[in-house]
């Protein structure tokens, strides 16, 4: 099974701990022999995500959205994307170099291609910016990848 990953960053502590729960319990219940994550690796779901996976005994690859990706993240997060790209089995890239919306939309579409299945940390709204986890939602059922969201009932951004 080869599963995607997009997802809203910055959330609360509290939303932050529920859906660190539900992505933690939807990877548990796939076989880690069968499963492989794909993800951008990026601060939040996607890094979390990355990480229940590997800790499943799944295989990780990453697309990296731009050359300038990275150093775009949060000075805080690159120590944990260091060490999750340097467990990837397969890395994905654009070719893209600058780090700005339409690169991050094409890593998403990258991404949704190369899955059976895209998981969405989504609350439902449309996206704030072009290439937001809306956007990467409508690709997928566009393409005909299912979605699956994974969002604690009652919460908010």
């Not at 990953?5 to 992505?23: C, M, P, Y």
């Not at 890094?47 to 295989?59: I, K, N, P, S, T």
Request: hydrophobic fraction near 45%; include cysteine.
């Amino acid at each position: 099974m080869r599963v995607g990953i997009t997802g809203h960053r910055g959330l609360n502590t509290e939303v932050e701990q529920r859906v660190r729960a539900l992505l933690e319990t939807a990877v548990s219940q796939n076989d880690a022999v069968e499963l492989v994550g794909v993800s951008c690796i990026a601060d939040g779901p996607d890094a979390w995500f990355a990480e229940y996976v590997l800790a499943h005994g799944g295989c990780l690859e990453v697309v990296i959205p731009a050359d300038e990706y990275r150093d775009n993240l949060p000075a805080e997060h690159r120590a944990v994307y260091d060490r999750l790209l340097g467990r990837a089995t397969e890395v994905h890239r654009t070719g893209m170099a600058a780090s700005d919306s339409a690169a991050h939309m094409a890593g998403s579409e990258i991404l949704v291609g190369l899955v059976d299945e895209l998981w969405a940390v989504w609350d439902g709204k449309p996206a704030w910016g072009y290439g937001g986890t809306a956007d990467v939602v409508a690709y997928a059922e566009r393409t005909g990848v299912p979605v699956r969201i994974l969002w604690p009932e009652g919460a908010g951004r």
